[in-house]
């Protein structure tokens, strides 16, 4: 038995509570917030609540066994995909399903290249699930991943998931379609690995789910078991810093407090433990690029949206120009992006709306907070409110004018992401998509990492094994 400290009420910082409290465990969690869950926040207004993180469910699997008692619902259809020409295509989780549907929406040719490439993309699933997704890893465990010619060949090192998508689908709604899981991890798509396309095989086979009183209630719940496992969790209290020589000795509080400990988990962003919580700053080997961040509209609206699905997309018809905006390149600035990819979440379930109303969750993809020439500084007056206007436009123009229905309107900016979650400019994703994350284990012995700055990544489920890994590194 051990006594070790959590930094962070997380998704991941609680699922590794849980499980190591549950393993035998003395755990302590310490969260600088009021509220367990980290970016899996809730915002309730006059009868609305939003889930203001993360909306979609995907690998359900993964938390069941956590022994949450959730009761996930399945989606159908998982996303619904507006494009430019005003096609819409409904996705499905069952493959042939949704080649009918791809085959009556764009015909018969793109059905057939996208079960190609579906094919492609399960051999990509199958080599990353056990080998990376659930395993700690390395420069040197990669390498030896290429004795497996098969799942070298399927991973694609060096191609990036917008030639992946060039190589088999013709039509170029479906390539945009496939560009939009890059976002997922909060990259751009054009430099994106190729074995990202893991990452719609994943959703779309496994489905996508939903929790009625919303997303919200994960957190919820994982308090509720890791406080009936034995964890001692601490609100409202702040981690100041990790004390350390060649091992962790413990943690010391804002308020002065050295609280001992044999092991350390953080979940924390990576960048903030290297830099602010250790002992001396060190460098942050294979830190990838920090993901996007997004700007997020709640509104409360009046009336019934019948031409939504659970999740609606909405494409631009110049999407490579939002990652130039997003993501610039040298000499330029970074901007809000003038024409985005609009995704609105809209719940059909009473516990997060009044009677005859309905609350949207709107998401743009931005550039993340700061003054850099890679940033915007999102706090500059007027710049919020002037770009909410805009979003709605941007949705009218797009066939869905919800101006005259809104009883309020919230807005979220990347600034208010980094300062309510401690994460770095805004960014979602903590570090964009890759296979070489920040590890699991830290600079010093005694110090693991979770969540989805490290490996595995960003997303709830990829979060949650991070705790797993972790957990069977401490044991």
Do not use: C
Not at 62 to 74: K, M, Q, S, T, Y
Not at 151 to 177: C, Q, T, V, Y
Not at 400 to 413: G, M, Q, S
Not at 431 to 442: C, F, M, Y
């Amino acid at each position: 038995m051990r006594d070790i400290v959590v930094i962070g009420a997380g998704v991941g910082g609680m699922a590794a509570a849980l499980r190591l409290a549950s393993a035998g465990h003395r755990v302590t969690v310490f969260e600088r917030s009021a509220q367990p869950g980290g970016k899996l926040a809730v915002f309730e207004r006059d009868g609305y609540r939003f889930d203001t993180g993360p909306s979609l469910l995907t690998l359900p699997q993964v938390f069941e066994e956590l022994g949450l008692g959730l009761r996930p619902e399945p989606l159908d259809p998982v996303v619904r995909h507006v494009f430019p020409d005003g096609v819409v295509l409904d996705s499905s989780s069952v493959h042939e399903v949704f080649l009918e549907r791809i085959a009556t929406a764009l015909g018969g040719n793109a059905a057939a290249d996208w079960d190609q490439f579906w094919r492609r993309a399960a051999r990509i699933w199958r080599a990353s699930w056990d080998a990376v997704l659930q395993q700690p890893v390395t420069a040197a465990s990669l390498a030896r991943m290429s004795w497996r010619l098969g799942d070298l060949a399927a991973i694609a090192p060096g191609r990036s998931l917008r030639a992946l998508g060039r190589r088999h689908l013709r039509d170029p709604r479906l390539r945009m379609m496939l560009d939009r899981y890059a976002t997922y991890t909060g990259t751009d798509p054009r430099r994106a690995p190729a074995a990202l396309a893991a990452i719609p095989y994943a959703e779309l086979t496994h489905g996508g789910w939903y929790l009625p009183g919303g997303l919200g209630t994960i957190a919820t719940a994982l308090h509720a078991e890791s406080v009936a496992a034995g964890v001692r969790v601490n609100l409202g209290t702040e981690v100041a810093a990790i004390e350390a020589d060649t091992a962790v000795r413990g943690v010391r509080l804002t308020s002065g407090r050295f609280v001992p400990a044999d092991v350390v988990v953080s979940n924390v962003d990576a960048v903030s433990l290297y830099r602010d919580l250790l002992p001396a700053p060190k460098p942050l080997a294979r830190l990838a690029d920090r993901s996007l961040a997004g700007f997020v509209l709640l509104l409360g609206v009046r009336g019934r949206t019948p031409e939504l699905a659970h999740h609606t997309v909405f494409f631009p018809r110049d999407y490579d120009a939002e990652f130039d905006a997003i993501f610039p390149g040298p000499g330029r600035r970074a901007r809000p992006v003038p024409d985005p990819a609009v995704f609105v979440t809209r719940a059909d379930d009473p516990a997060v709306r009044p009677d005859g109303r309905e609350a949207w969750f709107v998401l743009v993809n931005a550039p993340r907070h700061g003054s850099a020439w890679s940033a915007v500084d999102w706090r500059r007056p007027g710049l919020a409110g002037a770009y909410a206007d805009h979003v709605l436009d941007v949705l009218a123009r797009r066939g869905l004018d919800v101006r005259d229905r809104l009883e309020f309107v919230e807005t979220r900016t990347p600034a208010d992401l980094a300062e309510a979650a401690a994460a770095p400019g805004g960014s979602i994703y903590g570090t964009a998509g890759g296979l070489l994350r920040p590890g699991n284990r830290g600079p010093v012995d005694g110090l693991f990492l979770v969540g989805g700055s490290v490996h595995p990544g960003g997303g709830l489920p990829m979060v949650a094994l991070s705790a797993k890994i972790v957990t069977r590194l401490i044991r």
